[in-house]
């Protein structure tokens, strides 16, 4: 028999040991806040140790939770490092919850400390009272001075806080890889937020392998060390979609915009010469139908599209700006990344309206991500558009579960796989296009509609700035199609009903869609919902029509 003995090192994958490499390939890299302060990698390696020192004086330990409220920052991207590594959760808290909501989390996730920017004061107060665990508050003032007058358990403010502490941290790199190191939580369409959470080692696999993808793997674009890198996703959902760690790993130069404003982003693309970023469609509209920036050469900039679809128009729109584009795939539970829409090299050659096909699907599985396409008894299909089915997943990188529910933990982990709700099918080549949410599958006449394909389809009118499709109920089909369409400024009053059905028939034409597919009504609107991340809210659209 052989005989293994256990003798070595037993190597922890914690996001501590992410940063050795960084810390001497880019020690003099910027990174950017803004247009209003700058640093390099060193320096923020100084100021994580001060972070560090500082919480270690208020009091938190292993395991105990400090909450950040704050735009995309510098001093974001600080707490992404200090708390984890000392063995600290993280938990990143959506700003743009309702204060019922954003108190819940607070007291679900046991918050211990409290980081909040001073534009989000009014909801502190609104909620302090009422806080169940939060020891100290800090506050972010931007050098501005703020009147903390009724701020209950204020340690200070952050800047002035950290001012006062050393720079000299020893942090644990024998840290377990199985301890947690984030928490945030996700909303769905009924019922409080949910939390869900990561450990380290699921954040460094997850790092790895998003890294891995994203610069293997050429085309359409690749992100490396040579690129500059400004977030478009907000740092509190889902990590930024982990590229903060991939960035940092990678020692780019990183460019963070604080609060979303059109014109500022654009400014800090031409002047910080951004070339690599990430965010939902709705973000990424904004920007190319900013009047300032219409004349705007784009080339160069790189955009990774996720949260929702990518419809084809606004793709194409995109590419004729000069912005390369395409589509990624993940969600709250799943750290996120999932799919990356990336050609195979005999792509490579095809002609560019055969390659925007691929860059609006769903995407490839990037490395260590099993998924298969399942019906209700989860049997797995085989591809083919007319085997649609939920999407499960395994990576290492899932949540285990939710935070204090094992009820609905269960039910996101039955049989095993993790279910997404995405209701999608495989092509040929392995990649994956989801048609829609189970919850926004439109069921007429028997059959299923998919409101994302009908969506992609209407984008391609050049009258059409952005479209929603949704399911309205229906007494003969049990639901009927309806487009909600804003149109852009140029074409308003002039578009009409009519002329988009008529669009809409070209794709009966040819074999694209079924006639009883097309939708019944096209209501136009000066603006559509949106969710607290920036995704079109069909919940609120269908609320219009429920009796």
Known sequence: MVRFFEVGYKYQLNICNLLDRTLSWSPNQEIVYRDRFRYTYKDFYERVKKLANLYKRLGVKEGDVVA?????????????????????????????????????????AEDKVLVVHKDFLPLLKAIQGKMDTVKHVIIISEGEEIDTSGIENLAGEYEELLSQ?????????????NTIATLFYTT???????????????????????????????QPFSFTYTDVYMPLTPMFHVHAWGVPYVATLLGVKQVYPGRYEPELLVKLFLTEKVTFSHCVPTILHMILSNPKAKEIDFSGW???????????????AAWERGIKVTSGYGMSETCPVLTLAQLKPHMFDWDHEKKIDV???????????????????????????????EIVVRTPWLTMGYHKSEEKSKELWRGGWLHTQDVAYKDEE???????????????????????ELESLISQHPAVSEVAVVGVPHEKWGERPVAHVVLKP?????????????????FVETGTIEKWAVPDRFVFVDELPKT????????AIRAQYQL
């Open 68 to 108: 950040v409220m704050d735009w995309d920052s510098h001093r974001y991207l600080e707490h992404y490092y200090a708390v984890p590594m000392m063995g600290a959760i993280l938990h990143t808290v959506n700003i743009r919850l309702s204060p019922e909501q954003m108190l819940y989390t607070i007291n679900d």
């Open 490 to 506: 140029e074409h308003k009053g002039k578009t009409t009903e009519e002329e988009l059905k008529e669009f809409m028939m070209k």
């Open 532 to 539: 607290s991340v920036g995704k079109i809210d069909k919940k």
């Open 165 to 177: 502490e050393s720079p000299d941290f020893e942090f644990n790199e024998d840290l377990s890889e």
């Open 430 to 452: 392995g990649y994956i296009k989801i048609t829609d949410r189970l919850k926004d599958v439109i069921k007429t006449g028997g059959e299923w509609v998919s409101s994302l």
């Open 188 to 218: 769905g369409t009924t019922g409080l937020p949910k939390g869900v959470y990561f450990s380290h080692r699921q954040l460094v696999l997850h790092t790895l392998c998003l890294a891995l993808s994203a610069s293997a793997f050429h």
């Open 302 to 316: 790189k955009i990774i599209i996720g949260g929702s679809a990518l419809p084809k128009g606004l793709c194409k």
């Open 359 to 389: 860059y609006t699907k769903t995407g490839f599985p990037i490395p260590l991500v099993k998924l298969k396409i399942v019906d209700m008894d989860m049997n797995e299909l085989p591809p083919g558009k007319q085997n649609q089915g």
